[in-house]
């Protein structure tokens, strides 16, 4: 899958294997994916920045890809997720790292930079910005509840076994067909029994973005391993929001840049598009330098304008 040069091998980090793809020599760029995804998400960025003198590193996230999958739910918080980071940062003899993180991948950065500061040189995060923990939060899954409802897609994420039956339903080319090109620019429901019917009634014709070849690679890795490791994210939100009361009031104190897109499905989401605001997020990310709205595009930023992220990226890493 994505030769041209990009290297595969697996190491043990945190006690469970990770699979990592890379390329390149020179100071590491880490890239975190997010869902429903895997290393591959990253593609146009490995050959980029490896031409651009770095060593660009993309793990599979545990539960995703050829990475291992812990079987137990509750093993999917913050601190199971960056101790493995942690272990492929030793793992690869990097000291201190670039770090680029999109969705679940990009919540994690944050965790990973709130939690180890002395491992990241500087952060961008595409398309989830900081949510600060404060003594007046609710856990997160609650308060989504609460303003969206059973039927809002995080809520309904959050019985095990449940979605993944309507998934394999539905099929999982439609579900990630669905997911990778038609996530609405608006909070995105999944009404129990009937989870994207209405959306697939019409066909999905993919976007200039994504080839047939590329969104079969989705598929084919998707059939091995489900969507179960992926999910369990978001069935650890509020597991991982209690776990770091310690961390209550305290900022990401690493150099950071945001990119979003102005149609993004959590841009869009009122309550949570508001914190991606600069100068809501710079309160909580002091050395915020900037936050990037990129016009007509939507969650996958770095697969649908792979050339202007990759200039917006390393023209920010550069500076370090």
């Known amino acids: 899958m994505e030769g041209n040069g990009i290297q595969h091998r697996t190491v043990r980090a945190n006690g469970i294997n990770i699979h990592l793809a890379e390329k390149g020599e020179g100071p590491v760029i880490l890239f975190l994916h997010g869902f429903p995804e895997f290393w591959y998400s990253w593609r146009h960025q490995?050959?980029?920045?490896?031409?651009?003198?770095?060593?660009?590193?993309?793990?599979?996230?545990?539960?995703?890809?050829d990475s291992d999958a812990p079987a137990d739910v509750d093993s999917y918080t913050c601190f199971h997720v960056v101790g493995d980071l942690i272990g492929v940062l030793d793992a690869i003899g990097a000291d201190k790292v670039f770090v680029v993180g999109h969705d679940w991948g990009a919540m994690m950065a944050w965790y990973l930079c709130l939690f180890r500061p002395d491992r990241v040189k500087a952060l961008v995060n595409l398309c989830v910005g900081f949510l600060p923990r404060s003594a007046a939060n609710k856990p997160p899954?609650?308060?989504?509840?609460?303003?969206?409802?059973?039927?809002?897609?995080?809520?309904?994420?959050?019985?095990?076994?449940?979605?993944?039956t309507e998934f394999a339903e539905i099929g999982n080319d439609k579900v990630i067909k669905y997911f990778l090109t038609s996530l609405p620019a608006s909070p995105f429901y999944l009404p129990r029994g009937k989870a994207l019917r209405e959306q697939l009634d019409v066909p999905i014709t993919l976007p200039s973005w994504?080839?047939?070849?590329?969104?079969?690679?989705?598929?084919?890795?998707?059939?091995?391993?489900g969507f179960t490791g992926g999910l369990n994210y978001y069935r650890?939100?509020?597991l991982s929001w209690e776990l770091s009361a310690p961390w209550t009031g305290s900022k990401?104190?690493?150099?950071?840049?945001?990119?979003?897109?102005?149609?993004?499905?959590?841009?869009?989401?009122?309550?949570?598009?508001?914190?991606?605001?600069?100068?809501?997020?710079?309160?909580?990310?002091?050395?915020?330098?900037?936050?990037?709205?990129?016009?007509?595009?939507?969650h996958f930023v770095q697969k649908e304008k792979p050339d202007e992220v990759n200039q917006l990226i390393h023209d920010f890493f550069r500076k370090f």
Do not use: W
């Open 46 to 65: 490995l050959h980029a920045f490896a031409s651009l003198g770095y060593r660009a590193v993309a793990p599979d996230l545990r539960g995703f890809g």
């Open 252 to 298: 990401v104190e690493v150099s950071s840049k945001f990119i979003v897109g102005e149609l993004d499905v959590t841009y869009n989401t009122p309550g949570i598009g508001e914190s991606m605001n600069f100068d809501v997020m710079k309160k909580h990310v002091p050395l915020l330098e900037d936050v990037v709205v990129m016009k007509g595009v939507g």
């Open 141 to 164: 899954v609650e308060t989504l509840r609460t303003f969206y409802g059973d039927e809002y897609y995080m809520c309904r994420f959050q019985e095990p076994g449940a979605i993944e």
């Open 210 to 225: 994504l080839s047939e070849d590329e969104f079969k690679c989705y598929v084919t890795q998707y059939e091995k391993t």
């Open 236 to 238: 650890n939100f509020d």
